[in-house]
């Protein structure tokens, strides 16, 4: 019924309105630039709580931007200790056996590994707001280190300074992560597309566990390559010379075990804590295991030796001059970025349930392990670590998503595949490459190649949609409509003018025995933008047309469309009077033969 | 009248067109890859005459295509071809001069300028299609491969390398070009804007007018770099030893002459002869001049020496292989991509009142001025080379444009202006490397921050149009309607949740007196393709709204989007009804209790 009335009154009555835009208000320079500074870099409006604040109350809540500890801390009380200790403990069990594998994928000393679960969790604790914990990526990025930094510099025969490269990489890693947060840069993240981040993580997953054979499997002699026809290769060749069948016992019984437990927990979200736990139990029970039956002499290998305590500082070990300060540099500044699409969080241990506290617990727990457990982990077999890594990485695998892909969005499962396939045939860096090169190429396809669409009436309404999709809507005898979708920039403006004009020539080709089309209606609702080669295209395409005795008519241009057909006198070239509101408005006025069905 | 009846029967009728989109049916992964591929590297149809034609036809058709002199050259007449040797003639008197100086600007000898104007006119009359001729981008290019070059090898002391090293690099360029034709790659240049392209050319001509002063002003020591500084600064220093005013004299005088002659050619466009015979004047004049007055006995710089005849094959001189090899394949590259913008026609000459016999017509006279005339030459003061030089690359200097990008987009304006500084005060490289730097930054931004726009119901009528172009526009109460201009991509995905939320927020605390936001629409009629990331932000976005009790409701989705909606089960997480076509169906029957104005 209301609708009716409404639909009564429209038409004729809203011409006006399209008169009535005429040449809008000059366009305030500053103002826009401040605008399109605060949406590339502000996005998330992180000052909106400082507005309109006393300058006390603007400090206060500074600090505690900076330290939300400041935000909990007062009303923290014995009950939450408890479900703190509890999970700092759980998740310190999970790290401390990931921690030396990790280490390990980077070619480093296990308490490398550790440091990383010590000295950053005491940091986020006072000063970071998520009480989520993403792993993952710290896998992907201990191997793509690992990689990198062996490309350089052999890290058996010239430990020192491997170990100094790495310092000097991951001291570089952290400055460029410092850097993307103060510059508020992290939204280049956003030029890598997800299928690509999905299959990077996934090639990444299967090249780390590829990695683990050597462990799972006791091979002596094993590459240095991470591709996967390489490890086959080392694989299969250290067959001749007898794999140990009881490190593989040990080790593939106990991936099953993490298996399953994995299984148990994702099925029940209740014994989230069979997973976590899962990986001390297996260090202390093939530990013990080991101890025992003295397995190591029968060749199964063992970690031996743990470093004890904290290394002094090692900032006098960066490379700040020499040839290797370029490439540390490079390296770092590619971990640093990689190490960004930890954003994506691939596998979330149990959020919610604990405080920044759990965070101390934590850390105190791996400093003790430093300080006093180590010597405990001297007969934990390899094959051990290799499993608990394989179980963790397995996470990294994203069917679901790789199916969801191929079922949407053809081009974004290429995508994803080319990446995958990259890193786990040729090496993480090539990965990486592809995963970038096709997340641009798309970008680039899309704002060079938009797409257009021919509209027709939808009958019984006032409506216009793209015939191709309605095909009930009809086309208007003599008049052609055009839709554009998209912003008109120096990257497409030939192209869409070049369009139009195709359109126009296949529907006189097409439909010969139609009245002639004497005008065309360029529907620019989704023309957002134009720049100067837009409009220079608009004029050109006026011309041609000209030339072909068609009129151009646009219908509802955006605003600063219109002040931009303006400021350049398109306007009065195209004419005033063939700028409208609707596409409706556009037709009644230029095509007053036509029967309304 | 017709509009009313349409109008009548709006509304309620056209909801069943919603419903009945329902899941599309599949679509078709080849064809859409075709079509993408189409109209990517085919997009003008190049194939289209050759469409349901026998096999005979179309291989006449194909001769044709590659031999455009097959079409013209059957009904071609003594009256055409008095016009042709006419326009031959001028444009050959235009060509030699500037072709000795763009020889100069390379650091070549002048015989190799005269080259580019006798084989290129003779293989474009039998092969080319376009009856235009652009100059301009062959300063530019001279003067980029003259900066390169001399970069690797000193043209003076190494004479011998850096001619090999011009051939290598001139054979890549050709190359490059003929891939990027084959490939169809032409493409590519729309990725620099015609605003970097419009600045760099300008400061383009700026370097090469500087360069011009040595000649100009008689100096001997002149500094190799290119920098308005280092030029500046190398003229003051000379001023010391005394310019040589007989130089300057000839030199301003005829500049002088050049541009009037220039000017008239563009006040009258029945004179356009005057400026294309004016550098021809100049030389017959000015080398007369000289030789009777012995002038050159005063420190008049002339020519003195061009080699005559045409080289043997220097197919041997190319370094195919060694360091050489892979710096002139750069610089080759680079110029042959440089060499593309010429598509953007900078200076045309007299286009349309010739046929291609006017080109074979020049390449003889060239060519007789090769074998015959060169030794005329002797007396010609180098002065008037550079006065013909200057005259021809003001041309280049566009200000209209830029007057006309300050006014419409001043984005484009800073990017003229960056790549214009760029080039006159460090090198053409880096202007060159500003230009495609500021133009992929402004594609970067276009696509990682889109535009939103909340918007209002235009009175009496039952348009939704953004309320801050439209004033007159009103909130519907309850209800959040926001258009999102943009494909959603993963390059936008995350913005475009987020902006949509903080919308709410603001609207939210900005009315605090109003009704609740109940629902909000996103008119979805710009979004035409999704992909996977997009999705998801849309299944966040749905959640997030969820928590806040508020309604998700999409408007006129495309075919693209609908089909990936259905594929990917969002579809039915938003619930089917509350998809509409248009946002008035969406407001009628979600905001029942608005009042119809």
Redesign the interface.
Known sequence: M?????????????LP?VHK?GKPPKQD?LK??KT?LK??FL???PLKPFKDQPRKKKFVLGLQTFFPILNWGRDYNLSKFKGDLIAGCTIASLCIPQDIGYAKLANLPPKYGLYSSFVPPLIYAFMGSSRDIAIGPVAVVSLLLGSMLQDEIDPIKQEHEYLRLAYTATFFAGITQAALGFFRLG?LI??????AIVGFMGGAAVTIALQQLKGLLGIKHFTKKTDIVSVMRSVINSAHHGWNWQTILIGVSFLTFLLVAKFIGKKNKKLFWVPAIGPLISVIVSTFFVYITRADRDGVQIVRHIDQGINPSSVNQIYFSGPYLAKGFKIGVVAGLVALTGHFPAVNYMAGCHTAVSNIVMSMIVMLTLFVITPLFKYTPNAILASIIISAVVGLLDWD?VV??W??????FVACMGAFFGVVFVSVEIGLLIAVGI?FA??????????TAVLGK?P????Y??I???P?ATRVPGVLIIRV???I????S??IK??IL?WLTDEEETFKDHPRVECLIVDM??V??I???G??ALEELHSSLHKRDVQLILT?P??TV?D?LH??HVADLIGEDKIF??V?DAV?TFA?K?E??
């Not at 079922?407 to 974004?412: A, M, S, V």
């Not at 798309?442 to 797409?451: E, G, H, N, Y």
């Not at 920039?489 to 497409?492: I, L």
């Open positions: 209301s609708g009716r009335i409404a639909a009564d009154v429209e038409m004729k009555d809203e309105y835009v320079l826009e630039i399109a949406e590339t996005s998330d409006d939204f956003d030029f890598l597309s997800h299928a998503a969801l892909l079922k949407i969005d053809k081009f974004d997340s798309k970008i680039l396809l899309q704002v060079t190649r938009p797409r939808i019984k309404t006032t409506v949609r793209n191709e999709q309605y009930g979708d998209s912003a920039y120096f990257s497409n030939n192209y070049e369009r195709r609702s989704p957002t933008d720049d100067t080669s409009i220079h509802n955006g605003q219109l931009k400021a350049s509101l609707t409706n009644l007053p036509m309304q069905a």
